[in-house]
Every structure is written in C-alpha cells, then in structure tokens.
C-alpha cells in the first residue's frame, strides 16, 4: 500500500520569506511524486513532479520541491514567498507498478502574511 | 486547449432524489478519475477509467454510487438514492497514457448538498 503523510496543517510565513511545505510518503519501488495546488472552489492544479534523475525539480510559480530517497520525503519549496501562494497544498505519490492512482495527503494550508 | 469541465458546478437536492455528474476529458486523455473531497475524509478517489473501461472502483462507498464512460469524451457519476452524507465536492480529472509520470488535470468540481 502507499501512503502521503503532510504533518503540518497549516504553515504560515511572512511574505518575502523562504517557505517550506513538508511532505513523506512510502511506496513500493520507485516513487512518482507530485505536487498540486488548490485554490478556493477550484479544482487541484500541478505544480512539479519528480519521476528520476536530480533531486531537486523546478516547478510552476517559483517553486521547488526536494527529493530526498533515505528520508522518503519531497518538501516543497519556494524561495520568497508571495500572498498570491496562500492556498491548499497536496503532496501526492504513486509506485511504478503500472497502477495510475495517486495517493494524495491530507493537504496542507499555506497563509502568507503581507 | 480545453481544461477538463465538469457539470453542473453546483447542485442541491433533496435527499432521495437522483443525482447526475458530468465530466468531459480533455481530448487524447486516457486515463478519467472521479475523486470526492470532504473536510473529514480529504480527497479519496471513488473509480477511475483506462480508455473508457473501469479499473478499479473500489473507492465507490455504496451501490448507491455508480460511474460510466461511454465514449472518450463523456463520463457520469451517478447517486441513486442520494443521503446528506454524500453531500461534498466531486472532481473529475484525466491524464495522458504511456509515461508513468503523467500527471492528472482537474476540473472544478461539483460542489453537492443533499438536504
């Protein structure tokens, strides 16, 4: 069985700062990991995903997402925050075994402060 | 290129009754997911479809709950009879084949309330 853990609920940062999102998931096989973001009475939207190769994949709007195999982990990150990121953040995953449906977590809202 | 549209965006209806949701893919898409999302239970996936036929449906809570995909550009879910507990928000969302690492694309959703 695969399985997303977001432990924050909410992560609030002050605009102009870095911001982290904390995402660990566990899969058989390679992992598929995926980033997504909700805005208010919209659906999910992509951001990044890590499919092989380096551990650190760029995404849409600035952001960033690290992965990191020894701790199963794929936090999501942006250098300076903005407002405009305030939203809902899904971590999702998949194994490479041919089945299509991604697991997502529970999401994690991001308040940036002006 | 047209995002993935589902219908209607809102519905409210009275418990018992039949409900219908649309989804229309996005062209070449493959792949069809129905998701639910509540503030308790989060985003679960309901049914997905490869190339119209359904996959795995264990996600679908009830026989109360039923999905079809006809053809490549149209899929339903369906209530029957419908309960306050059902009463969320649906997303409908496609992906391309091939590749694993393909990743699905949303509609709005259909925000339900059954009274």
């Known amino acids: 069985a695969q399985s997303v853990a977001q432990p924050e609920d909410q992560v609030n940062v002050a605009e102009g700062n870095p911001l982290t999102v904390k995402c660990t998931y566990s899969?058989?096989?390679?992992?598929?990991l995926f980033w997504y973001v909700q805005y208010p009475n919209r659906g999910l939207q992509f951001l990044l995903k890590?499919?092989?190769?380096?551990?650190l994949v760029k995404g849409s709007y600035g952001f960033e997402a690290e992965f990191n195999k020894s701790q199963t982990s794929f936090h999501l990150k942006k250098p300076s925050a903005l407002v405009s990121d305030s939203a809902l953040y899904f971590c999702?995953?998949?194994?490479?075994?041919?089945?299509?449906?991604?697991?997502f977590g529970s999401g994690t809202r991001l308040q940036v402060q002006p | 290129d047209a995002g993935v549209i589902q219908s209607p965006r809102h519905e409210v209806t009275e418990m018992g009754q039949e409900v219908t949701l649309r989804c229309k893919p996005i062209?070449?898409?493959?792949?069809l997911f129905w998701y639910r999302q509540t503030m308790m239970r989060g985003l679960e996936l309901l049914i997905y479809?490869?190339?119209?036929?359904?996959?795995?449906d264990s996600g679908m809570p009830e026989d109360r709950f039923s999905a079809k995909m006809p053809n490549a550009s149209f899929s339903t879910l369906k209530i029957q009879p419908s309960e306050p507990r059902d009463s969320a928000v649906y997303f409908c969302?496609?992906?391309?084949?091939?590749?694993?690492?393909?990743?699905?694309?949303f509609g709005d959703g259909t925000r339900l309330s059954i009274l």
């Open positions: 969302a496609s992906s391309r084949g091939g590749r694993l690492g393909q990743p699905q694309h």
């Open positions: 899969v058989s096989g390679n992992p598929y």
């Open positions: 890590y499919i092989t190769g380096d551990n």
């Open positions: 999702a995953v998949r194994g490479d075994t041919g089945r299509r449906a991604l697991t």
């Open positions: 062209s070449g898409h493959d792949y």
């Open positions: 479809f490869n190339n119209n036929v359904p996959i795995d």
